[in-house]
Nanobody, 114 residues
């Protein structure tokens, strides 16, 4: 299993970014995918989830601002982040839970300046 996240960067408050996670090594279309984030000094937290049939769920703190989506042909999961706030600053990780194991991408840093 390989998960490669990209798309992070520095953005001003109110701006937007789109993260991408390219997946390989497993049946992508059959699996639920997640985005987590970890801010300095904080625990890693679940941000958004998308099931194999496209059902989504979000942390309360990002509802209405973030959108998770997937392309099963390209084997990519996206996180569109709008109206970013300084408190969204974190390393964002793509995640797969499969057969009792957790798989993580290397993370991509999002920094939101005020």
């Amino acid at each position: 299993v390989q998960l490669q996240a990209s798309g992070g960067g520095l953005v001003q408050a109110g701006g937007s970014l789109r993260l991408s996670c390219s997946a390989s090594g497993f049946m992508f279309r059959l699996n639920t995918m997640d985005w987590y984030r970890q801010a300095p000094g904080n625990q890693r937290e679940l941000v958004a989830t998308i099931t194999s049939n496209g059902i989504t769920d979000y942390a309360e703190s990002v509802k209405g601002r973030f959108t998770i989506s997937r392309d099963n042909v390209k084997k990519v999961v996206y996180l569109q982040m709008n109206d970013l706030k300084p408190e969204d600053t974190a390393v964002y990780y793509c995640h797969l839970a499969r057969a009792g194991l957790d798989y993580w991408g290397h993370g991509t840093l999002v920094t939101v300046s005020s």
